[in-house]
Every structure is written in structure tokens, then in C-alpha cells.
């Protein structure tokens, strides 16, 4: 034991500590060792520990040790007095010194040689931590509210969470949901947490909202609002409380930026109403819910022209175009307003963009990921530039720093890179330049003027500090809703009105329910809430009800979107309860946003679709091609694989072909171990060197003829 704590040691070995512990549990001596080690903690004081010239304050390595040591425990409980002293421990040091701390952990994870078991240390200690606060949590037997408990091991093992976090942050050890802690959720008093936070006086968990989940941070950002609403109608004199739109439902959009256009700071804080024009109803949330549906409709309509729509990902992303017209500018911002709003008043948008949208409202850096999601063409042409390293990576990449894009317009444009970006050639040397450049053409500056004219929209309406809480993914989230419907946990979480729980014509609705496809269940989410996605935090977060509507009869089910309430029959049998279910959402019509993508389409796109299907069908062809003559030939080592666009096959013989598709080009490149490297073009049906103007399948076969004799070899035409 003496050799996993000792302060001479020069680096961790965390292999050491596992060899120790296995030892130590096969002898049954864990307990009676970690008594020795906190024996040890004890005689430390952090604070008497000042970092040397080289940083170290010595007591890094066993530190680390003892954290790995008791993360393989199966039970925390024996030795939660172990990590209550360590915790203070950490908790103590100066920040020089946890930095120290957090440089020898990733040191000591860095030695491990497989991704995988880095990970796997990682969340042991992770999840130690959370373990930790979880006893600690229920062991408190207070009527005091955890926030003002102020329970030093909680606290202590709070920051030290926070240190592990920071380091996750930077090697992405973990998925950020691992450091959500539902015991901390639970248990936090948001009357007591939020005022604390918001005045910065003393502790609130507020201060660390990665213990909090997407669902918690929608929370606290509703109370921020309806703080904000209540302010605004206090002073509103001879005014009206609320925000009022009302709209023509052929005219939607127009409307409502008319009307936008002349509101004040003030009246956007206001709480949102909305009516039709020529229709009765009071706004309790359901019109409100129709009323964005049918924006975001109009708004990512093509002939809108304020998005460009990519075929493979389904999503939008603003026209790539430098926007100097006063009057489109001003039209970014109002829909920046009109999404504002929807944040704003707690409205869930089905709107088809990248995470990259959300990072940049939060101002957090987009990478070739977000280009990935965006365009998975390109992003995947970026990642095999950057993969390449074949001897005619030259010849193959025989590209600048000039790139050619598709406008608004179909046309084609350059933009340099760099200056003088055509004269700059790419090289092995610069090529991760190029893609960081690249990806910030995308994202950043072929978009600027109309990404900053919608997100002073955004945050007209949305107070920019409210978000503070969020990471992307999560805003994101909050803003699209989830994707995942898990009816098992709407269930768990419905209320009923006229029905128990145990009722026949509840058991048999379930039985119907979790028996639907995910189409039918979407239909019947929409009617019932006016919506086909869950709220954050899924449908477990969502006030469902189903309510008795009366006796048997032949009436449809109905609802009422605006509460979230479903009413039901008692019909006399399943069958007709499933037949008169199954007619009520059918007949409601689903007009999403996402089902309306699926025919948008703009010049840029119809020719990234031309593209991509000719070359899909040609691949596929030689991906068969290839396979028969592979079923021919006895060549050792022959094989064929088709992946992410590229194809490749090792001859056994002569080398290896590499087949790959370039969207940004509109190309299939070709590298032959024969004849080197080619680019084709498709024309009229064809696939054309661009240079000498040969097929390549008439290529191909004559090479292949020559590498396999004797084989009867035939490339399709």
C-alpha cells in the first residue's frame, strides 16, 4: 500500500493501484488500506502546500492514486469518510495547485493506451464523485433546504466535480450527460437557488450547471421570463399585458413581421397572444403552438429564400451570400425575433438547423463536426483531405486556397480562402489550415451580415444571460424539443380526470398506444398537444391527460391542445376504441415543418442531388463489378469494401484502387496503382476525365483485364 501513496513517486501508474487493489480485495484488507491512506490524507494540510517552481506541491500522484483506488470499489458507502477527506483535500488547494492536479490526472489517464479503458477510468471517477454526493444527500436529515445546508462534503465534492469537468471539457472523455446528478436535482429548492444565484450571495448549485439537466435549466430559464413577464405587466398603465399578434392564416409570416416591426423593447418582454383573423378563441397556448408551426412552414419554404436546404441532412443553413439590402437584413432580424419568441413564451419549433446555429448563438466554436452534421458531403470530402496520405496526395488534392461555392442563386462563385487564395496550393503542411478555413467560410463569414442581424433578433426578445446555463446541445434541445418518443415514460407520468389508472379503457389506450408505429404515434402526440416532438427532458416531462368524455357512443376522441388533454369515450370495446382513435388522428391533418422538407429543394441543391444520385448508382455498380471478379479470382489478399463514399479494392496484385465521391467538386476521383490518380465529371450520363476526356469504366476495365488474365472481367456501362 505504501508504494501507491508514496510522495517520491514521479508519475501515477494507475495499472500499479488496480494490481494493488485486486491484491488487497482477494486478502479482504480494502477497508483496513484505505483507513491507512486517509490516515495519510490527514497529516496533509492543502493549505500548507504551496506549489513549487516546477508546480508540483508533491502530493498530486497519491491523490490521484487514492481517487482511482476507491472509484474500483463496488460499495461507496464504507468508504465515503476516505473520499469526504479527500474532497476537502482537493477542495482546499489553491488553484495553481488544481491545476497541477488536473494536468497529472490527464497524464496519468493519457499513459493508458486504449481509448476505451481512459473512458472507463474516467466515469469510475466520475461517478464515485456523484456517488459520493448522493449518500451524502440522503443522509441529511434537515428541514433546511440543501442550498442553505451548506454541507461542507457536498460542497467540496461539487468542486472538485467542477475540475473534473473543466478536464472533460478539454479531452472529451465522457458525454457532459455524465455529469448531470439527479440527487442534486431533486433536491434543490429553486425559491431558495435561484435568488442566491442572481444576486451572487453565497452558495448556489446554480453556479454549477453542469449537475443540471437540460430539463432543470428549462426551468430556470421559465422563472427568468415569468419574472420578466410579471415586471412588464406591473407598468403597462392604459397598455395591454400582453404581446398581441394577430395574423391571416394565408399571410402568417408577413403579419407577423408587419406587426413586429413597430413593437418596442418593452412589449417583446410582454406575454404572447395570438389570434387568427376571423376566428374566436382564447390563447391559452394551443393557437400559440399552431401559430409557430405555420411560420416556421412559410419561413423554410425554398421560394422564401432566406435558407438553403442540404438533401442528405435535412437540414437549413442562411444563403451564402454577402447581404448588403437594408430590407433583407431587417427581415433576418425579425425572424431572429419571431424564434425569440418562441424561446421566450416556452414554444417548442421544429426548425431544421445544425447544432452549429445554437453554438454560435452562445458564442461557443464550430469545428468540421458541425460541418459533418450540416453538409455530410463536404464534411466527409474534409475528412478524407485531411486522412490522405498516399505518395500522390499531390496529384490527388490538386487544389488552393480558391474554393467554388454555390450562391443563393445556383450560380457558381469563388471566395479565397486566404489572400491571393489561388495562388496558395494545398499541401500535406496546410491542409488542416484549408478545412479550418473552409469551415469558417461556412459557418462564419459567408454568413456573417445575415447570422448578426438574426441573432440581434434572438436576443431582442431572449435575455442573453438567461442562457448562460446551457451548452448547445442542450439550447438546442430546449428550442427543438426531443426527438425521442418514449411513451412508456408518458405513461408513467399521464393524470386522468373521469378515469383511474387501473380503468379498463385507460389499460386497453395504452395497449393501443405502445402497439403503434412511430408515425401513428407521432399523429396522435400532435393530437393531442399540437405537437409531434417530446418537450426537454422527453415525454416523462410532459402534463399528458386523459379525460372521461361520457358514455359509449360513435363521436371521435377530442382534445385540447392548449392543456394537453385527451378525451376519451368509454367505447364499448378495444376494437372500437382503436378504430375511432386511429380516425380522430388520421383525419387531423399533420402539416409539419419536417414532412414539408422533404420536397425543398433550391438550384444548388437539385445539382448536389443530380450528383449524388448518378454517383451512388455508379459506385454501386462497380462496388458489384468489383465483387464479381473477386469471386473469380484466387489473388491472396483480394478484398473489396464500400465506405462513406469511397470504394476501395486490393487487388492482391497490383496494389489498391481508391474510388471516393467529391460533392464540393461534383466529381468521382480515381487512384489507380496503373495509371495514378483522375478526376471524372459527369456528362450526359458519363463519368469523363476531365483532362484527357476518357470513361472511366472503359478505363477501369482495360486495367482491370490487365491485372486479372484469364478472368472474364466486364465493368457495367
Not at 29 to 46: G, I, R, S
Not at 438 to 445: E, G, L, S, T
Request: aromatic share 10%; with cysteine.
Amino acid at each position: 500500500m505504501e508504494s501507491i501513496i508514496a510522495t517520491t513517486r514521479t508519475s501515477p501508474d494507475l495499472v500499479l493501484v488496480r494490481d494493488v487493489y485486486n491484491n488487497l480485495h482477494k486478502q479482504g484488507a480494502v477497508l483496513n488500506a484505505t483507513t491507512l491512506y486517509t490516515t495519510y490524507l490527514e497529516q496533509l494540510d492543502a493549505s500548507a502546500c504551496p506549489a513549487n517552481q516546477s508546480g508540483s506541491s508533491g502530493h498530486e500522484i497519491p491523490v490521484i492514486h487514492l481517487l482511482y483506488f476507491l472509484s474500483l470499489g463496488s460499495e461507496l458507502y464504507p468508504f465515503a469518510p476516505a473520499l469526504l477527506k479527500l474532497c476537502s483535500f482537493i477542495d482546499q488547494l489553491d488553484p495553481d495547485a488544481k491545476d497541477k492536479l488536473g494536468m497529472t490526472l490527464v497524464l496519468s489517464l493519457e499513459a493508458i493506451d486504449a481509448k476505451t479503458e481512459r473512458q472507463a477510468v474516467f466515469q469510475k471517477i466520475v461517478a464515485l464523485v456523484h456517488s459520493f454526493i448522493m449518500i451524502r444527500i440522503a443522509n441529511v436529515d434537515s428541514p433546511v433546504p440543501l442550498t442553505l445546508l451548506c454541507d461542507d462534503g457536498i460542497m467540496a465534492a461539487v468542486t472538485f466535480l467542477e475540475l473534473l469537468n473543466d478536464i472533460n471539457n478539454e479531452n472529451d472523455y465522457v458525454s457532459f450527460e455524465e455529469f448531470y446528478n439527479d440527487a442534486i436535482k431533486e433536491a434543490i429548492s429553486m425559491k431558495e437557488d435561484y435568488p442566491r444565484w442572481k444576486s451572487s450571495s453565497g452558495f448556489s448549485f446554480f453556479n454549477y450547471p453542469f449537475l443540471l439537466d437540460s430539463h432543470a435549466k428549462g426551468d430556470i430559464l421559465k422563472i427568468e421570463n415569468m419574472i420578466t413577464m410579471r415586471h412588464e405587466a406591473m407598468f403597462i398603465g392604459v397598455n395591454s399585458p400582453y404581446l398581441h399578434l394577430e395574423v391571416r392564416r394565408d399571410h402568417v409570416v408577413r403579419d407577423s413581421v408587419a406587426q413586429l416591426t413597430s413593437k418596442t423593447a418593452h412589449d417583446l418582454k410582454k406575454q404572447l397572444r395570438v389570434s387568427f383573423v376571423g376566428e374566436e378563441g382564447i390563447d391559452d397556448g394551443g393557437i400559440q403552438k399552431e401559430f409557430f408551426q405555420m411560420v416556421v412552414k412559410e419561413i423554410f419554404n425554398p421560394n422564401h429564400g432566406m435558407f438553403q436546404y442540404d438533401t442528405e441532412s435535412r437540414l437549413c443553413w442562411f444563403s451564402k451570400e454577402y447581404i448588403t439590402d437594408p430590407g433583407v437584413i431587417e427581415e433576418y432580424h425579425l425572424l431572429g425575433r419571431l424564434l425569440g419568441l418562441a424561446i421566450y413564451n416556452s414554444n417548442t419549433l421544429e426548425i431544421p438547423f445544425p447544432t452549429a446555429l445554437f453554438k454560435k448563438l452562445l458564442h461557443t466554436p464550430v469545428t468540421l463536426e458541425d460541418l459533418l452534421e450540416l453538409d455530410p458531403a463536404l464534411g466527409r470530402g474534409l475528412q478524407n483531405l485531411l486522412a490522405y496520405d498516399n505518395a500522390d496526395f499531390q496529384e490527388l488534392y490538386d487544389w488552393t486556397f480558391q474554393i467554388q461555392y454555390d450562391g443563393p442563386t445556383g450560380t457558381r462563385q469563388t471566395h479565397d480562402l486566404k489572400t491571393h487564395g489561388a495562388s496558395i496550393q494545398l499541401t500535406r503542411e496546410n491542409r488542416s489550415e484549408f478545412v479550418q478555413l473552409y469551415v469558417d467560410f461556412i459557418f462564419n463569414k459567408a454568413v456573417a451580415t445575415a447570422f448578426q442581424s438574426f441573432s440581434d433578433g434572438v436576443y431582442s426578445v431572449v435575455d442573453r444571460d438567461a442562457l448562460v446555463f446551457f451548452r448547445a446541445e442542450e439550447f438546442q434541445q430546449l428550442v427543438v424539443g426531443c426527438p425521442d418518443l418514449d411513451f412508456k415514460a408518458l405513461e408513467e407520468n399521464a393524470k386522468y380526470e373521469g378515469w383511474e389508472e387501473g380503468s379498463v379503457i385507460v389499460k386497453q389506450f395504452w395497449e393501443i398506444v405502445h402497439a403503434m408505429d412511430l408515425e401513428d404515434q407521432k399523429k396522435l402526440l400532435f393530437f393531442t398537444t399540437g405537437s409531434d416532438r417530446a418537450p426537454v427532458g422527453g415525454l416523462g416531462n410532459l402534463s399528458f391527460v386523459i379525460a372521461r368524455n361520457g358514455p359509449d357512443c360513435d363521436r371521435l376522441p377530442t382534445s385540447h391542445t392548449c392543456y394537453n388533454i385527451l378525451l376519451l369515450n368509454e367505447y364499448a370495446s378495444k376494437e372500437k376504441l382503436e378504430e375511432r382513435l386511429r380516425k380522430a388522428i388520421s383525419t387531423t391533418a399533420l402539416q409539419t415543418p419536417r414532412a414539408s422538407l422533404r420536397c425543398f429543394s433550391t438550384s444548388t441543391n437539385e445539382l448536389d442531388r443530380v450528383f449524388h444520385k448518378a454517383a451512388d448508382i455508379r459506385m454501386q455498380s462497380l462496388l458489384d463489378d468489383f465483387d464479381a471478379i473477386g469471386e473469380q479470382c484466387e489473388a491472396p489478399g483480394f478484398d473489396v469494401v464500400y465506405s462513406n463514399g469511397v470504394l476501395t479494392m486490393n487487388t492482391g496484385i497490383a496494389g489498391t484502387y481508391v474510388i471516393n465521391k467529391q460533392p464540393p467538386n461534383r466529381q468521382i476521383w480515381l487512384s489507380s496503382p496503373i495509371s495514378g490518380p483522375k478526376r471524372y465529371d459527369h456528362v450526359q450520363g458519363s463519368w469523363i476525365d476531365s483532362k484527357k476526356e476518357d470513361k472511366m469504366e472503359e478505363l477501369l476495365e482495360r486495367e482491370m483485364k490487365t491485372i486479372f488474365k484469364g478472368i472474364d472481367v466486364s465493368i457495367s456501362k
